[in-house]
């Protein structure tokens, strides 16, 4: 059983703080497929100091998606400590984490996001003055380093344990890497042998078979699954099958895919109005579409659906029409 703080996990497996991505309708849907731990997409700090209108519905957080990480960002450490308590007494997150890792320009310029990696002294001050200000655990997400000449992944991690940080989760690429490239699983596993709290380690987890390796070869406590899981928490549920009883599940029908991608879409329209989820859901169901054969031309009709009954029905639709081709392929 993996614990951060006092906060257990049922698994090994957890779905990263992906922005854009991670409002609660996402989690809900991935915590279903067993998640054993869920984070939120980062929230400003000032956005939170400031009673920001759409920041503070970021802050919103179904039951059942629990065990939750909320993940704040700044680089200041007033606003930072009085967010990070704000969000500590007013919301039901289990766990406070701190954005180390971003590469956006517009979040490093504020001296947030990955801008903290150059500077293991910051992070140490940074993290400590949270911890003192609040009772629910704190843990940090970072990426290995700036560049490939500002690699200071185990110092950064000694200083978020030594500031009482609860755990960390590692991205094995640079800042300047972005999402490019190959993620260095070697620095997991470096720092993994240099702190004693839990590490989670993120980067190149495709597959359940990836999951396993990385845990076998880093030494890692969990791993952190990102982008795998777009349009496909059939991953998450796979990988958690898979590090347990060593079983391949096989994929979704066409048809389970859409149902859940019109799961997906309800629980965005209860949550941000009917206008709103269905444009911010056109980039999902597009992901949702993936791996089904002939999905060219209903991917481009996705961008003009304005309502739900419009993206309901071109799904269920073109669902339909894989479903006659397979039925009649089988009867020849």
């Given at each position: 059983?993996l ?16 922005a854009g991505?991670c ?8 915590k ?11 929230v ?13 519905n970021?802050?919103?957080i ?8 909320l993940?704040i ?9 009085q967010a ?6 007013n ?5 406070i ?10 979040i490093?310029?504020?001296d947030?996001g990955a801008?903290?990696?150059l ?17 629910k655990?704190?843990?940090?997400k ?7 000449d500002?690699?200071f ?16 989760a590692?991205?094995g690429r ?11 699983w070697?620095?997991?596993k470096e720092?993994?042998?240099?702190i004693?709290?839990?590490l989670?380690?993120n ?18 406590d ?30 979704p ?13 309800d ?12 444009r ?24 003009e659906?304005e309502?739900r009954?419009d993206?309901?029905?071109l ?11 397979e ?6």
């Amino acid at each position: 059983m993996l614990k951060i703080g006092p906060v257990e996990l049922k698994n090994r497996v957890v779905l990263a703080p992906m922005a854009g991505v991670c409002n609660s309708a996402f989690r809900l849907t991935v915590k279903e497929f067993g998640a054993g731990l869920v984070c939120a997409e980062m929230v400003s700090d000032k956005g939170i100091v400031f009673q920001n209108e759409k920041t503070m519905n970021m802050l919103y957080i179904d039951e059942r998606e629990k065990p939750l990480s909320l993940q704040i960002f700044g680089g200041e450490r007033e606003s930072l400590v009085q967010a990070a308590s704000f969000v500590d007494k007013n919301t039901n997150a289990d766990i406070i984490d701190i954005n180390m890792g971003c590469p956006v320009p517009k979040i490093t310029k504020c001296d947030a996001g990955a801008k903290w990696l150059l500077d293991p002294n910051k992070i140490y001050e940074m993290v400590s003055a949270v911890v003192d200000a609040v009772d629910k655990p704190v843990t940090v997400k970072m990426r290995m380093g700036w560049d490939e000449d500002h690699v200071f992944a185990v110092e950064n991690a000694r200083a978020v344990e030594r500031a009482g940080g609860q755990a960390v989760a590692l991205h094995g690429r640079t800042r300047v890497q972005m999402y490019e490239g190959h993620a260095n699983w070697d620095i997991i596993k470096e720092v993994k042998q240099s702190i004693n709290i839990p590490l989670i380690g993120n980067g190149d987890v495709e597959t359940p078979q990836d999951a396993k390796r990385m845990l076998d070869e880093t030494g890692c406590d969990a791993v952190m699954i990102g982008r795998a899981a777009l349009g496909n928490p059939w991953m998450i549920y796979q990988t958690v099958q898979y590090l347990e009883t060593g079983e391949l599940i096989g994929e979704p029908t066409p048809r389970e895919k859409i149902d859940v991608c019109l799961l997906h879409l309800d629980r965005l329209i209860d949550l941000k109005n009917e206008n709103v989820a269905v444009r911010e859901m056109r980039k999902h169901a597009a992901w949702y579409l993936k791996g089904i054969r002939g999905n060219g031309k209903v991917r481009k009709e996705i961008n003009e659906c304005e309502t739900r009954e419009d993206l309901a029905t071109l799904l269920n639709t073109f669902v339909d029409q894989v479903e006659e081709k397979e039925a009649s392929i089988k009867a020849v």
